[in-house]
């Protein structure tokens, strides 16, 4: 077993490991540990009840936190007319279509989110062995594929977060930054532990938030009480 570093053992004190903490109690002793020289991302990572490897067992959405997440976006949007310039006027970084195509075709990736136009879709189903894998694809059911784009790419900017459960019925999404207040990062966890509950498909079984953690990007883990998210 490899030795922990000076800061790693500093950071970890004060934690106990096997304690589950409410969430308020939990968010203070991850601010208080992310020293890091820039503004660490706080992350929560939650164990569902579910096996994704189903199709009926499949978690994913998204949610719009109500203190943003603190991350500079990029954002692609393929439109054509007056749904790109409607793009352009709404703040993304990249628009286009047949263009922005070949663009990705080569490998040239320069944004975070991406969204389309309904009659693009088809030209857009193209790249899905590109897009798919890095999770970028286009989807109406994330609110990716749709003619208001204003309002999407706002979203996008804003705070929205896509969230969508691994192989091993894990969740886990940047909520925040270390420098929000605890009250907003607070409320940003619970707004979206929120949509993931609601996102609870009809093949789970028992529990379906079985454990959750919140951490940030350098800081060790503190493990929460469910009960303290949902106000149980």
Known sequence: MSKLGKRTRAAREGI???????????????????????????EVAMNLGVDPRHADQMVRGVVNLPNGSGRSVRVAVFARGAKADEAKAAGAD????????????????DFDRCIATPDLMPLVGRLGKVLGPRGLMPNPKM?????????????????????????????????????????????????????VSK????????????????????GPGVKVEPASIFGG
């Open 199 to 218: 996102a609870r498909p009809a093949g789970a079984k028992g529990t379906f938030v079985q454990k959750v953690a919140v951490s940030s990007t350098m």
């Open 143 to 195: 609110g990716t594929v749709t003619m208001d784009v204003t309002a999407a790419v706002k979203g996008a900017k804003g705070g929205s977060v896509e969230f969508r459960v691994e192989k091993a019925g894990i969740i886990h999404a940047g909520v925040g930054k270390a420098s929000f207040s605890a009250e907003k990062l607070v409320e940003n966890i619970k707004v979206f532990a929120d949509a």
């Open 94 to 109: 990249v628009v286009g279509a047949e263009d922005l195509v070949e663009k990705v075709t080569a490998g040239n990736i």
């Open 16 to 42: 106990d490991r096997t304690k589950l903490y409410p969430l308020s109690d939990a968010v203070k002793l991850v601010k208080e540990r992310a020293k890091a020289k820039f503004d660490e991302t706080i």
